[in-house]
Each structure stands twice: as structure tokens, then as C-alpha cells.
């Protein structure tokens, strides 16, 4: 088998073009309300894999409560839609639905026992990141936010 096996297809996906800012070496400061006098340290890259076709991002934070994890963005053009499926250390495998704009990405989760939503805001330096959780079907909650600074 060659390297070359389905080469054609590893061109740009047009439909994450809105990615583009994203892409790079990042550094990541911030927070989570169940660490209140904590900052948290990390890092995150995004990049481009099989020519483009996806977006994939792979991270981490400096402290042993949070797992490096792994994510890849792709579209369905039929449904006009987009999907992040996340990885990390734990084993944990997760599929969230996104909406990307101009300067704001959002993903999220609905499940009967942990759901997530995080925004992503785009701005001229920087990204930010906010996150909010549900346990058990109660009450919305803050979640991890971090604040991105390109390297």
C-alpha cells in the first residue's frame, strides 16, 4: 500500500475556510469555577490535516485535573452542518455539533448525564473561550474558559 491512497481528496474543505484564523501555536490562560484561586497554564494547536479536509486541534493544560485531549472539525455539506469529535487521555470520546460565523465558533453537546457548550470568540490578537455544563439534566453552570494568545 502507497502513500498516496485517496490523495485526490486531501485538498482544501471550502466549508471551513472560517477556520483559518484559528490555525497556529497558541498559548492558553484561564479559568474553572470548581479551581477558583487557580490559573490554569496551557497550550493548544491547530492545524490543517489531509490537506485541509479537516481542522484538527490538539491540547492541553498544566494541571492534573484537566486531560490533554484531541479534536477534529469536519462538515456535512448535504445537512449544512459542522461536527467536532473529541479525544483525551481519559478514553473520553465525544461528538458535538458546531456553528461557525466570521468571528465566533460554538460547539455543543446535549446528553441526558453531561452536556457542554462552549463559545469561541475571534478576536483581532486573541481567542476566547467561554464553557458552560450540565450534570443530570440541572441547572447550567460555568465550565473551563481560556483565553488563547498566538506564539
Do not use: C
Request: no cysteine.
Amino acid at each position: 500500500m502507497t502513500n498516496d491512497v485517496g490523495a485526490k481528496a486531501q485538498i482544501p474543505n471550502p466549508a471551513l475556510k472560517l477556520l483559518e484564523p484559528l490555525i497556529g501555536e497558541w498559548q492558553t490562560t484561564g479559568t474553572h469555577p470548581y479551581f477558583p484561586d487557580t490559573k490554569l497554564q496551557g497550550r493548544a494547536l491547530f492545524e490543517w490535516i489531509e490537506g485541509g479536509a479537516f481542522l484538527r486541534v490538539r491540547s492541553q493544560i498544566d494541571h492534573p485535573e484537566f486531560p490533554d485531549g484531541v479534536a477534529i472539525f469536519g462538515s456535512d455539506d448535504e445537512a449544512k452542518a459542522y461536527y467536532q469529535i473529541y479525544f483525551d487521555e481519559r478514553g473520553i470520546s465525544r461528538k458535538y455539533d458546531v456553528t461557525i460565523t466570521a468571528n465566533q465558533i460554538k460547539w455543543w453537546r446535549d446528553d441526558d448525564h453531561f452536556s457542554q457548550r462552549f463559545t469561541l470568540d475571534i478576536r483581532e490578537d486573541k481567542l476566547v473561550s467561554s464553557g458552560e455544563m450540565s450534570q443530570d439534566g440541572g441547572k447550567w453552570e460555568q465550565d473551563l474558559s481560556l483565553t488563547y494568545t498566538r506564539q
